[in-house]
Structure formats: C-alpha cells, structure tokens
C-alpha cells in the first residue's frame, strides 16, 4: 500500500512510530498527482516546493522531539476560493488569475498551526457557482470514478482530489451542497458545519449568510480530526460563533442506540432517482438494526428551498462581486474609452456565463420595484425552512436523506439547461438556508457510481453527527470502496 493511500490516522501513527518521515508522505502524494492530475485535473496551482520545504522542517521538529499534533505532515487539498499568502488565488475565475493575497485566511493559519501541508490550491465552479465544477474559467475537473463524469460542484477539485489521493484530506466551501454534492459523486466525507463555526475570514465571498468552510476525507475519523482543527471562534469574522470546540474524535463511538432519526419524505420524492432511494431505504434500515429508532417525518416547506434559495444567494453575490471592477485588483480590461467603459469590459470579460447570470438575477431581486415581491419574500420563506428544522429537532436528533438526487452525471449533460443543474442540489440547499450542520458520507454504489448518505443535525451538534455516520460507516465499510483509476 502506497503512502498516498493512508488516512490522516494511519499516515499520524506511522509518523509517531518513525516508521516514515513527513517529507516521504509529502513526496508520495506529490508523485501521485504528477502522474494522474492530467487525467483528473484537481489542482490550479500545485505547491510542489513550498510543501516539500515544510516538511523538511517539520521532520526537524519530529527529531528535535517536538509534539506531533494529529495533523502534522498530513497533505491537504485547499480550494481556490481561500486566500493563502503570495500563493495564487483565483476562484478560477479570469477576473482574479493574477491576483495573490497578501495574506492566509483563518483556516489556512489553523491548518499551519497543526503543522498540515498544503499540496496545493483546487479547482472549483466560478467563484462556487454550480453543481459540476464545470463552470471554472480555466478547465474543468473529472470524476476520478468516471472519468466522462463530473465530481460535483462547486468544490470539486478538493474532493476528486481526496478520492483520486492526490491529497489525504481537503478544504472546501459549502454555500448550497458545495461539500456534501462533491463528496457524494466522489465516494468520500464531506461536511458542512453549523454556519458561525468555522472562520469564513479569507475566504473570497459568493454569498455571505450562506457561505461555509468544511471538511473532506476519506473516512469519518480523518473528517473529526480536521472539523476539530478548523472550528472556533475568529474574531476577524463577525459571523464567528463563540463556543467551545470540543474534541470531535471523542464522538467516534459505534452506537445508535436510542438515536431518534427522521426521514423527510420531501427528500424522497419527486426529483430522486429510484435506485439511490432505494439505497437510502437500505441505509434507513441498517441504521433501525444497529438500534436507532427510525421513521417518516415532514419538513413541509423545504419544496420552497431551492426558489428561496436562488433568490438569496445571487442577491448576495450581486452585492459581493460589486468589488471586481478592474480597479483595485485582478483583471482589468484594456482598449477602454473611459472609467465606464473600463467598468463595462473588465466584468463582461473577466466573469464566467454562469456568474454573469446569477448577478443580473440577483440585481433583479434587489431592484426597487422587486425587492418585496422576490428578495424580503425569500427571507420570509428561509424563516419558514428553519422553523420546520426547529420543530423536527424537538423530536430527532438526526434527520436523513439522500445527498445527491441523481448519480454523477456526465460532463456537458446539464451545462446549458441551468434549471435542471440548479436541481442536482435538491436535498442540500435547505440547511445552507438554515445554518444547521449536516454531512454526506458513502452509502454504497448504483451503477458503479457513488451514493452520498446526508445525516443533519441542530445548530452546533456535529458531535452526534459524526458519531451516527462513524457508527455506520464501520458497520457497512461503503468508504472502502474505492475508484479505479
């Protein structure tokens, strides 16, 4: 077995034994993605040198006797839309290909302070706009367990980079499924926490109520080991939630019992492929025999999610990409008439089709004549989706659905109908709009294809989360499924 191949845990325990060195792991996953990137095309920017020159340092430490925190020597995967300091940043998008920050973004300094090692920087859908990671500026990302298939968007390059092992763990920004999608078409962990837990400083806006950082991995463990070294509270971002991080890896318990879960019947109807309900029945069921309590339960106004939710998000990100006028930085259009004309070119040429749409939609629902009609009517509704979480958790503690509705779907299949692509988040969107925690973890195969089983829980309650999907993981062994490439 190859180095590339461990877990975040496997690769820690070998390190304390000093049975290899961190420049190895490093240097095994580098070799990795030099010989099948071309194929899957993870990465935008490959930290080759910078990543070997920590490691050697961290080597250091490890002979000088120094601590080894769970995360040392463990290569990540960080999705482009993460600023990282004199390291490109672009959210693969043309209107920010030269841009560098001048500085990291909080999660970035956490991963530092963990002494992890950034690989590299991932690509992803236009500023995390789209379900496919088709709608880069630059290229498009593959499915590592079929090649003519997408990996999901919008971070899909970090989670066909965790499935392909051209990294151990990942980074990725979840404003509507942008985690959990992925790591669903790519048969890994992915999770989105509770909105407030996870710094969003440095991370480059697409709509800011919505928008959060989370984890991928190739099991349960590794996801608590990173949920515990990027969670807390930042005062640089106002969004911040004070609270006590506990230690997630205590929650890696294989025990259900007496777990109260609900099944939303609105995520099992129409839009859902038969064979993935049918898996997720499955799942229902090996949940009920491992002694949780199991049943039907309704969330009736999340069939308004995803118009709420597409009247929310482009409002926001009309607001946050005001800021990309070729004035202070990024791309600036040149053979301009005037500061007008400059404004006009630089935004036409540097955005993407898709960006361009979801601005001018969100302009529209901002507009003086629309604002009550689409926007304050999209707020009153996501009040209404989160009443109905509210009620569900006075009586489970978790609920559970399908993550992704249809089976990965090949590469230009959707990309010029937008309405049926927005669809693909279908079981995702509701608790992006209600701020709650929720991950997607392997459910098995259809078709050769991975299935993503989504768990969701209250506000700040990943702890039970992990424990439930840790606890089904280690008695069905889907994550060890694994693409061959």
Not at 42 to 56: F, G, P, Q, W
Not at 298 to 309: D, G, I, K, T, V
Not at 380 to 385: E, Y
Not at 406 to 431: A, H, N, W
């Amino acid at each position: 077995m190859e180095l590339f191949q461990h877990t975040a845990n496997q690769l820690h325990k070998m390190l304390i034994n000093k049975e290899v060195t961190c420049e190895e792991i490093i240097q095994s996953v580098l070799n990795r993605v030099e010989k099948v990137d071309e194929n899957i095309c993870s990465y935008i920017t490959v930290t080759r040198d910078s990543a070997l020159e920590k490691a050697r340092e961290i080597d250091k430490k490890i002979i000088n006797g120094d601590e080894i925190p769970p995360l040392t020597g463990i290569p990540v995967a960080v999705k482009d839309n993460m600023c990282t300091e004199n390291i490109r940043t672009t959210c693969s998008s043309n209107i920010l290909h030269n841009y560098i920050p001048p500085y990291n973004a909080t999660v970035v300094e956490r991963l530092n302070d963990n002494n992890a090692v950034m690989i590299g920087k991932t690509n992803m859908d236009e500023f995390a706009m789209g379900s496919s990671c088709e709608n880069s500026g630059f290229f498009s990302t593959r499915n590592p367990w079929a090649q003519e298939r997408v990996p999901g968007g919008s971070s899909g390059g970090s989670a066909a980079a965790v499935a392909a092992d051209e990294a151990v763990l990942g980074l990725g920004s979840d404003t509507g499924g942008s985690v959990r999608l992925p790591a669903a078409f790519c048969g890994i962990v992915g999770m989105k926490p509770t909105y407030g837990a996870v710094s969003r400083y440095g991370l480059i806006a697409f709509a800011s109520s919505l928008d959060q950082i989370g984890p991928f991995a190739k099991d349960v463990s590794d996801c608590a080991w990173l949920l515990s070294a990027i969670c807390g509270y930042d005062p640089k971002d106002s969004t911040s939630v004070e609270y006590n991080v506990p230690d997630y890896t205590t929650f890696l318990n294989n025990n259900v019992k007496g777990f109260k879960i609900g099944i939303p019947k609105e995520f099992m109807g129409e839009g859902i492929d038969e064979k993935i309900k049918k898996a997720i029945e499955d799942s229902a069921e090996k949940m009920a025999s491992l002694g949780a309590e199991v049943e039907e339960t309704s969330l009736p106004h999340s069939e308004y999610a995803l118009a709420a939710y597409y009247l929310i998000a482009p409002a926001e990100a009309s607001s946050n990409l005001a800021r990309y006028d070729g004035v202070r930085y990024g791309y600036r259009a040149e053979d301009v008439q005037d500061v007008v004309d400059m404004f006009k070119k630089t935004r036409s040429q540097g955005f993407g089709p898709e960006v361009k749409r979801r601005i001018m939609l969100g302009t529209y629902a901002l507009s003086a004549g629309y604002y009550d009609a689409y926007y304050n009517k999209a707020l009153k509704v996501r009040t209404l989706i989160k009443q109905d979480f509210d009620k569900a958790f006075e009586k489970y503690d978790l609920l559970m659905s399908p993550t992704n509705p249809v089976l990965p779907f090949r590469r230009g299949e959707k990309i010029d109908d937008p309405l049926q692509m927005y669809l693909v988040d279908l079981c995702t969107q509701s608790v992006n709009l209600a701020g709650i925690p929720a991950i997607s973890l392997p459910a098995g195969l259809v078709e050769g294809l991975p299935v993503g089983l989504q768990l969701m829980g209250k506000p700040f309650d990943e702890g039970n989360i992990l424990q439930a999907a840790y606890t089904f993981e280690q008695n069905t062994g889907y994550y060890k499924n694994k693409p061959s490439m």
